[in-house]
C-alpha cells in the first residue's frame, strides 16, 4: 500500500491563528481525504480533496475555515483557520486509488496532533 | 446515506479468551465493510475488508469478521487474544462518492 506521510506531526497552536497541514503520498492516487478525530472521539469526514478543483466539504464544515487543496495526484493540504480550542484534533488524511485503481480501500496517515491553547 | 453501529465502547477480555466486536450498519448503495485498528498514540491501520466473495473474511494476525446481509451485521471476532490486542476497533462503511462513515468505536482492553 501507499506510504503516507504528514507534517507537521504534531503542533500547539495559539487561538486566533491557521495551521496548514501537509499531506504526501509515494505513489499517485484517485483520491485524498481530510478526517478529523476530535478526543475520544471516532472519526468524522470533513471533505473530498479534489484535484484542481474545489474541495467537496461536509455537513458541518466550510471552505473558510477548512480550505483545502490538491495540486496533483499525491500531495493535498488542510488548512484549519481562526483556531479555538474546539479546534484541538487528530486531523488524518488518507488516499484510495493507489495507481489509479479501484477506491475503494482507504489508507491513512500517521495523523496531526493540534492542539490550540 | 449510512451508517454504523458499534454496540460496545468498551471490551475487556483476558488473554487468550476468544472475543467478538459488534458492527452493525445501514447503508442505500452496495455494501463495502472495514475494520480498522488504532493502537495507542497511532493512526489508523486497515485490519481487513469486505467487498464482495466470501462472507467470511481474515487477517494476518488471527481476526476475522463475517458479514451478514440478514443481519446487517459484520462483527470482529478472534479465538484466542493476546496483550498486544489492546487497541481501540472502528468498523466502517462506503458511501457512494467513497467517503467513510465510522463508527463510534470499541476499546478493546486485554487483561493478563
Known amino acids: 500500500s501507499a506510504v503516507i506521510s504528514q507534517k507537521p506531526s504534531r503542533d500547539i497552536c495559539q487561538r486566533g491563528t491557521s495551521l496548514t497541514i501537509q499531506c504526501q503520498v509515494d505513489s499517485q492516487v484517485t483520491m485524498m481525504f481530510w478526517y478529523r478525530q476530535q478526543p475520544g472521539q471516532s472519526l468524522t469526514l470533513i471533505a473530498t480533496a479534489n484535484q484542481g478543483s474545489e474541495a467537496t466539504y ?27 480550542p474546539e479546534d484541538s484534533s487528530i486531523y488524518l488524511c488518507s488516499v484510495a486509488g493507489e495507481g489509479g485503481g479501484e477506491a475503494y480501500e482507504q489508507y491513512f496517515g500517521p495523523g496531526t496532533r493540534l492542539t490550540v491553547t | 446515506a449510512q451508517s454504523v453501529t458499534q454496540l460496545d465502547s468498551q471490551v475487556p477480555v483476558f488473554e487468550e479468551a476468544p472475543v467478538e466486536l459488534r458492527c452493525n450498519y445501514s447503508s442505500s448503495v452496495s455494501v463495502y465493510l472495514f475494520w480498522y485498528v488504532q493502537y495507542p498514540n497511532q493512526g489508523l491501520q486497515l485490519l481487513l475488508k469486505y467487498l464482495s466473495g466470501s462472507t467470511l473474511v481474515e487477517s494476518i494476525n488471527g481476526f476475522e469478521a463475517e458479514f451478514n446481509k440478514s443481519q446487517t451485521s459484520f462483527h470482529l471476532r478472534k479465538p484466542s487474544v493476546h496483550i498486544s490486542d489492546t487497541a481501540e476497533y472502528f468498523c466502517a462503511v462506503i458511501g457512494s462518492a467513497r467517503q467513510l462513515t465510522f463508527g463510534s468505536g470499541t476499546q478493546l482492553t486485554v487483561l493478563p
Not at chain 1, 455537513?59 to 479555538?84: A, E, H, Q, W, Y
Request: net charge neutral; no cysteine; charged share 15%.
Open chain 1, 58 to 84: 461536509e455537513s458541518g464544515f466550510v471552505i473558510d475555515k477548512f480550505p483545502i487543496s490538491r495540486p496533483n495526484l499525491t500531495f493535498s493540504t488542510l488548512t484549519v483557520s481562526n483556531m479555538s
